[in-house]
């Protein structure tokens, strides 16, 4: 199985601030991930798909990039609706795996 | 407007069985692969089961096989998870997702004696 790791756990910041999460795979996924937000109490809700892929919908403030083992979420300009926890995930095989998340908050 | 809502979840007795719902509308249900993913109480989401479009390939994290079942009708634009012999460890909020771009609000199933 292909693990998911996400840096940091927990990211401190503030509203304007540029937010760069990292996730990391095992082994390659070439570019088959994406990114989703999720706050307390809601479904997630897809933000980057094939890595830096933007969802239909989704501000230009965020933006992926990567491929291989190595990618980045990057929230150019944090804003108050962007506090949640964001999630990883690989689709190159079986089980699709989730990184364990990363939680953003209010510094 | 697209939408899946899930149903089915509850308080059920380890060793038990629930049956999962999900009533997808405003778009081509039969057009999707669709996703069970779970997530437990304070914890990270972990997918569970993914169903192709015709349901001919059917695939599950190892936790749940044998254990619960994923399947479709695409006449009644539905989905399923069938989960038999629950575990303590089954409890979690169940999302519907249709592949990885629409995701239900979930339904709570909870395995407790």
């Known amino acids: 199985d292909i693990q998911m790791t996400q840096s940091p756990s927990t990211l401190s910041a503030s509203v304007g601030d540029r937010v760069t999460i990292t996730c990391r795979a095992s082994?390659?996924?070439?570019?088959?991930l994406a990114w989703y937000q999720q706050k307390p109490g809601k479904a997630p809700k897809l933000l980057i798909y094939?890595?830096?892929s933007l969802e239909s919908g989704v501000p230009s403030r965020f933006s992926g990039s990567g491929s291989g083992t190595e990618f980045t979420l990057t929230i150019s300009s944090l804003q108050p609706d962007d506090f949640a926890t964001y999630y990883c995930?690989?689709?190159?095989?079986?089980?699709?795996?989730f990184g364990p998340g990363t939680k953003v908050d209010i510094k | 407007e697209v939408q899946l809502v899930e149903s089915g979840g509850g308080l059920v007795q380890p060793g038990g069985s629930l049956r999962l719902s999900c009533a997808a509308s405003?778009?081509?249900?039969?057009?999707?692969?669709m996703s069970w993913v779970r997530q437990a109480p304070g914890k990270g989401l972990e997918w569970v089961a993914n169903?192709?479009?015709?349901?001919?390939?059917?695939y599950y994290v190892d936790s749940v096989k044998g254990r619960f079942t994923i399947s479709r009708d695409n006449a009644k634009n539905s989905l399923y998870l069938q989960m038999n012999s629950l575990r303590a460890e089954d409890t979690a909020v169940y999302y519907c997702?249709?592949?990885?771009?629409?995701w239900g609000k979930g339904t709570t199933v909870t395995v407790s004696s």
């Open positions: 997702a249709r592949a990885r771009d629409v």
């Open positions: 405003g778009f081509t249900f039969s057009s999707y692969w």
């Open positions: 169903i192709k479009q015709d349901g001919s390939e059917k």
């Open positions: 082994q390659s996924i070439s570019s088959w």
């Open positions: 094939k890595a830096s």
């Open positions: 995930q690989q689709y190159n095989s079986y089980p699709c795996t």
